[in-house]
């Protein structure tokens, strides 16, 4: 993040660092934590200061924060990392919305980079989130439904700032060419809302399912781009995603992810825009 002294919500940073390093000594990397008590002192951390990174872009959040987050899943997803997704309690109307969140430890008390999207952008509104009104005894049942959901969250709200940490980046190879030709590495990546795997070319947009469609001797067989995967967002396996599916067996190196083709923000900022298409082809 900045530098100390320049940011404007260094208490809310300091908190969140501290429970994360609290979590991180007694837990383990890829693992559930629902029934991890210090879990819980990450997402009160969370509630502070996810509101006042969204409040250095947008206006709206100078009036709004966050009462509670009810994580659907929740995990270390690397040695310096941690994400949720799940509903946030919005604390001006008592109201939920869906919330997903990665944030990645620094050294000295500070967060090195942190990724937020929330809200469901309300149909022919500017960033108007839909909220489901909060009653205690109907969480579950949201919960439930969020985890169940099929069709794609359309964000009303994302925001980035800070660099992953090089040791958090690496991005698995499948492929060295795609079936369109584009002579690049194929990826592998994971939808943010149902934790599923799929491969991905940076170069003409397409993805695939398996290891054996994304090659190029596989032929064209159709045209499906990131959308079709992952419409509410994209993000990197975790080591542990990836150990327990199919494409593991098919990676056959690992790249950097400041060498490839683009960043899993700019990715998701075409997908929020609809504008992450296959690239036409010949």
Same mark, same amino acid.
């Given at each position: ?6 940011? /404007? ?110 809200? /469901? ?105 990131? /959308? ?55």
């Amino acid at each position: 993040m900045a530098p100390p002294g320049t940011r /404007e919500y260094p208490n809310t940073e300091a908190a969140t660092w501290a429970a994360l390093r609290a979590l991180r000594a007694e837990a383990q990397t890829d693992t559930d934590l629902s029934a991890n008590a210090s879990v819980h002192e990450v997402l009160s951390a969370l509630e502070y200061f996810l509101p006042a990174v969204l409040r250095t872009e947008f206006p709206s959040w100078q009036n709004e924060s966050l009462d509670g987050i009810f994580p659907v899943r929740s995990l270390l997803s690397s040695p310096k990392g941690f994400e949720v997704f799940g509903l946030g309690l919005l604390i001006s109307d008592q109201s939920l919305t869906p919330l997903f969140a990665s944030v990645f430890e620094a050294d000295e008390q500070r967060i090195a980079y942190v990724s937020c999207m929330i809200g /469901e952008l309300n149909p022919g509104t500017d960033r108007e989130m839909l909220r489901i009104p909060y009653s205690g005894v109907r969480v579950g049942d949201e919960l439930r439904r969020l985890r169940a959901r099929t069709s794609p969250i359309t964000w009303a709200f994302r925001t980035t700032c800070g660099v992953i940490p090089n040791t958090n980046s690496n991005l698995h190879v499948v492929s060295t060419c795609c079936p369109v030709g584009c002579g690049c590495d194929v990826v592998v990546l994971r939808s943010l809302v149902d934790a599923s795997l799929f491969c991905f070319c940076s170069s003409c947009g397409c993805a695939w399912a398996t290891a054996q469609e994304a090659q190029f001797g596989a032929g064209l067989q159709a045209i499906d781009g990131v /959308e079709k995967f992952a419409p509410s967002g994209v993000g990197i396996p975790t080591v542990g995603q990836l150990s327990t599916h199919a494409l593991a067996g098919a990676v056959i190196r690992t790249v950097a992810m400041h060498a490839w083709g683009m960043t899993i923000d700019d990715l998701n900022d075409r997908i929020m825009r609809n504008d992450a298409h296959p690239a036409p082809t010949n």
